[in-house]
Nanobody, 121 residues
Framework: QVQPAESGGGLVQAGGSLRLSCTPLRRIFNNYEMAWYRQTPGKEREVVAAIDWRSGRSHLVDSVKGRFTIFRDDAKDTMYLQMNSLKPEDTAIYYC??????????????WGQGTQVTVSS
């Protein structure tokens, strides 16, 4: 089974930037709604940003608005998360997957390995 592959994570100081990538997506999921999620130890996975693949219209959670941008390259079947002005509380493993609603994350399957983002203060 093909899994999405996340990349681009790393260690960065507070205020820094990272760009995460995820591919493939449309080839795996029969869904036009995709999203980035993150998880920290002891906490449930949460959605960070979602995008409608057809229109490009996006939605971000309040904690990352104005700092993160989600976008996709249809030709490359790749989704990105541009993260600026990073804060220590953004430290987490970031994953990509289809989006079925913020309350339905537990129902999602076929997760990739994720990419670790660590923001130092």
């Amino acid at each position: 089974q093909v899994q999405p592959a996340e990349s681009g994570g790393g260690l960065v100081q507070a205020g820094g930037s990272l760009r995460l990538s995820c591919t493939p997506l449309r080839r795996i999921f029969n869904n036009y709604e995709m999203a980035w999620y993150r998880q920290t130890p002891g906490k449930e996975r949460e959605v960070v940003a979602a995008i409608d693949w057809r229109s490009g219209r996006s939605h971000l959670v309040d904690s990352v608005k104005g700092r993160f941008t989600i976008f996709r390259d249809d030709a490359k079947d790749t989704m990105y998360l541009q993260m600026n002005s990073l804060k220590p509380e953004d430290t987490a493993i970031y994953y990509c997957n289809e989006f079925k609603g913020a309350l339905d994350i537990a129902e999602l399957t076929n997760w990739g390995q994720g990419t670790q983002v660590t923001v130092s203060s």
